[in-house]
């Protein structure tokens, strides 16, 4: 089954912070985040393995919670460049990653 | 910019017929993955490919099939088009074990 994730589309002021969240019904081993403009591909931001960790870099954070299968992405301080549609891709065994991914979160920022 | 590259950018087809789409993997890359994504969707895990083998396959029938090349680049074949099968494919690049994959521009493939 396909992750769900939520919410489905949030517009936020530039300065302000945003959580988007992504849930499987699966146990999961690894959670992979990923942002996509607009007629690109999707760009790479982060992968959280089994075991709870959070990771993060710049104002992009996550964490996994591997108890709950629930993974989480947290942008603070949101800037323009973060427009985009938010995807969190699971998977389910070590090393050989087949992606199922949500339906994503549409995020606009505007000034 | 990823490394990662794929050709035609836009393909026009009609029903019935044959596309094959191409990939290269990033340098360094083992594996290669191709997922569709249909307009306002997330990708779809279509097959994955290591070592010239099929390494996994998602829900998608027999017509859809592939190749991985001993450079590790990779072609998508999709026979007897159909209506549906209009949507942007995109391969995904990877080392086999590390689990992050690195996604080409697409090819955005509309079927009349």
């Known amino acids: 089954q396909q992750p769900v994730q939520s919410p489905q589309a949030v517009i936020l002021r530039e300065g302000e912070d945003a959580v988007i969240n992504c849930s499987s019904s699966?146990?999961?081993?690894?959670v992979h985040w990923y942002r996509q403009k607009h007629g690109e591909a999707p760009v790479f931001l982060m992968i959280?393995?089994?075991?709870?960790e959070q990771k993060g870099h710049d104002k992009i954070s996550a964490s996994f919670n591997e108890k709950k299968q629930q993974s989480s992405l947290y942008l603070t301080a949101s800037q323009l460049s973060y427009s985009g549609t938010y995807f969190c891709?699971?998977?389910?065994?070590?090393?050989?990653?087949?992606?199922?991914f949500g339906t994503g979160t549409r995020l606009t920022i505007i000034p | 910019e990823t490394g990662v590259t794929q050709s035609p950018t836009h393909l026009i087809k009609t029903r019935g017929q044959q596309v094959t789409l191409r990939c290269s993997s990033q340098?360094?890359?083992?594996?290669v993955s191709w997922y569709q994504q249909a307009l306002g969707q997330g990708p779809q895990f279509i097959f994955q490919?290591?070592?010239?083998?099929?390494?996994g396959r998602g829900n998608f029938p027999p017509r859809f099939s592939g190749l991985q090349f001993p450079n590790y680049s990779s072609e998508l074949n999709v026979n007897a088009l159909e209506l549906d099968d209009s949507a942007l494919y995109l391969c995904a690049s990877s080392l086999l074990g590390t689990g992050t994959q690195y996604f080409g521009p697409g090819t955005r493939l509309t079927v009349l």
């Open positions: 340098s360094g890359h083992n594996t």
């Open positions: 959280l393995l089994k075991g709870g």
């Open positions: 490919y290591y070592r010239e083998e099929e390494n």
């Open positions: 699966k146990a999961l081993y690894s």
């Open positions: 891709g699971t998977g389910v065994n070590f090393g050989n990653e087949k992606l199922t």
